[in-house]
């Protein structure tokens, strides 16, 4: 699977032929980041939001897709939906319980959220640094808190933790 931020397009390339074999574009996405294939065969991409058809009000939101219709059969924005904006960078996990793990990029903020969209856990990066020249940010004045991408990784899968008490 391969996104196409720019052209707010992800397609699933078939790795012998070359051939592209699914797409999803700006018709449901904006300016996307880390589309990425679930276990039940769905699509999960965090929608940054930026230049959306059919509205002037950026906002954010994390959507599954059904690959068959093309259609979203869940996702998670906020109320009102310009509260969770986050431009650039930014990803989506899905976890084993069931909630979804989402890295808001440009305003460093993991949280955790359920089915239901209740937030059950949040985390807001404390240190912020400038991004310097030559990355594309120049035009921001301030130091920010961005993060690229956020895992939850179980304590067994790292093994300095298994160890640890």
Same mark, same amino acid.
Not at 40 to 69: H, K, M, W
Not at 79 to 104: K, W
Not at 105 to 112: A, D, H, K, L, N
């Given at each position: 699977?391969?996104? #196409?931020?720019? %052209?707010?397009?992800?397609?699933? *390339?078939?790795?012998?032929?070359?051939?592209?074999?699914?797409?999803?574009?700006?018709?449901?996405?904006?300016?996307?980041?880390?589309?990425?294939?679930? %276990?039940?065969?769905?699509? @999960?991409? #965090?929608?940054?939001?930026?230049?959306? !058809?059919?509205?002037?009000? =950026?906002?954010?939101?994390?959507?599954?897709?059904?690959?068959?219709?093309? %259609?979203?059969?869940? +996702?998670?924005?906020?109320?009102?939906? !310009?509260? #969770?904006?986050?431009?650039?960078?930014?990803?989506? !996990?899905? @976890?084993?319980?069931?909630?979804?793990? *989402?890295? +808001?990029?440009?305003?460093? &903020? *993991?949280? +955790?959220?359920?089915?239901?969209?209740?937030?059950?856990?949040?985390?807001?990066? =404390?240190? #912020?640094?400038?991004?310097?020249?030559?990355?594309?940010?120049?035009?921001?004045?301030?130091?920010?808190?961005?993060?690229?991408?956020?895992? &939850?990784? %179980?304590?067994?899968?790292?093994?300095?933790? &298994?160890?640890?008490?």
């Amino acid at each position: 699977m391969v996104g #196409f931020r720019s %052209a707010s397009t992800a397609v699933i *390339i078939h790795r012998e032929t070359g051939d592209v074999t699914w797409r999803l574009g700006p018709d449901v996405l904006a300016q996307q980041h880390y589309p990425h294939e679930l %276990a039940n065969g769905t699509i @999960l991409v #965090f929608d940054n939001g930026s230049y959306r !058809q059919g509205t002037s009000v =950026p906002y954010s939101r994390v959507v599954e897709v059904d690959r068959a219709s093309r %259609a979203a059969v869940w +996702e998670y924005r906020d109320d009102p939906p !310009q509260n #969770f904006y986050s431009p650039y960078t930014s990803s989506a !996990q899905r @976890l084993p319980n069931g909630n979804t793990l *989402i890295a +808001e990029g440009s305003f460093g &903020r *993991i949280f +955790e959220v359920t089915a239901g969209g209740e937030v059950v856990w949040e985390y807001v990066v =404390p240190h #912020f640094g400038s991004f310097g020249e030559g990355v594309g940010l120049e035009s921001s004045s301030r130091a920010q808190n961005a993060v690229f991408r956020a895992y &939850r990784y %179980a304590r067994s899968a790292i093994a300095w933790l &298994r160890s640890a008490p």
